[in-house]
């Protein structure tokens, strides 16, 4: 069955660092996504990005984040200046009509 | 916009015991509504949805869940669980048009041998 693969799983960085986290969507889904969950809150949409381009973003999605698909698989999420708010898990799930698949996530811990 | 509301955030059971979880929504047009596990350690799963048509949708697992327009409800349920459902269970929502999906804060679910 076709996964939804995300790297690193795990990544610590100290407060001010900029992040990439990467996913490499399901190859004939055509909408992908972020979404975070902070711990013991519930998950959050940040942004989708269809035809390479932002189609919705959330007011989380502010400046610090940006999203690209810089070669056609692989999909990004990157956080300029980390802070410790940001620490949560960061799951990407890509869709065709309505069937969404999710990533197994990256748990960003900013120290 | 869309908010979706679990209630009992934690619930624990013994093993054979019927589970309910409930799931509340506040939308008036048109909606989708899944149901997710996620699993220690794992992604989140699937276990069932509803776009149109029997308002009781059996999924995986044994699972199933009625939508109940009237009540803005699509509660999940299994008469019987087992020790391997112990696992955090997500309600979710998208309108029709909108592709983002609304999540509640989860069930976090302990199924006692």
């Known amino acids: 069955e076709p996964e939804v693969t995300q790297t690193p799983s795990h990544q610590v960085t100290q407060m001010g660092q900029e992040v990439i986290l990467r996913c490499v969507p399901i190859s004939n889904h055509l909408y992908f996504y972020w979404y975070r969950q902070i711990l013991g809150q519930k998950v959050e949409f940040l942004v989708s990005?269809?035809?390479?381009?932002?189609?919705?973003k959330s007011e989380i999605f502010d400046d610090q984040f940006s999203v690209e698909r810089p070669d056609g698989s692989n999909f990004t999420l990157k956080i300029r200046s980390t802070k410790l708010e940001d620490s949560a898990m960061y799951f990407c799930?890509?869709?065709?009509?309505?069937?969404?698949?999710f990533g197994s996530g990256t748990r960003l811990t900013v120290v | 916009a869309q908010s979706v509301s679990q209630h009992n955030h934690h619930v624990i059971l013994s093993e054979a015991a019927s589970l309910e979880l409930g799931c509340n929504y506040s939308y008036g047009g048109t909606v989708n509504l899944f149901w997710y596990v996620q699993y220690p350690g794992q992604h989140l799963q699937l276990l069932l949805k509803?776009?149109?048509?029997?308002?009781l949708v059996k999924g995986i697992k044994g699972f199933e869940a009625e939508f109940i327009k009237s009540k803005f409800s699509f509660n999940l349920r299994k008469p019987s669980v087992q020790w391997s459902d112990t696992a955090e269970y997500f309600c979710a929502v998208n309108s029709g048009g909108n592709n983002r999906l609304a999540f509640g804060k989860g069930n976090q679910v302990v199924v006692i041998p």
């Open positions: 990005f269809y035809n390479n381009e932002i189609s919705e």
């Open positions: 509803y776009f149109s048509g029997d308002p």
């Open positions: 799930a890509s869709m065709v009509i309505h069937g969404y698949t």
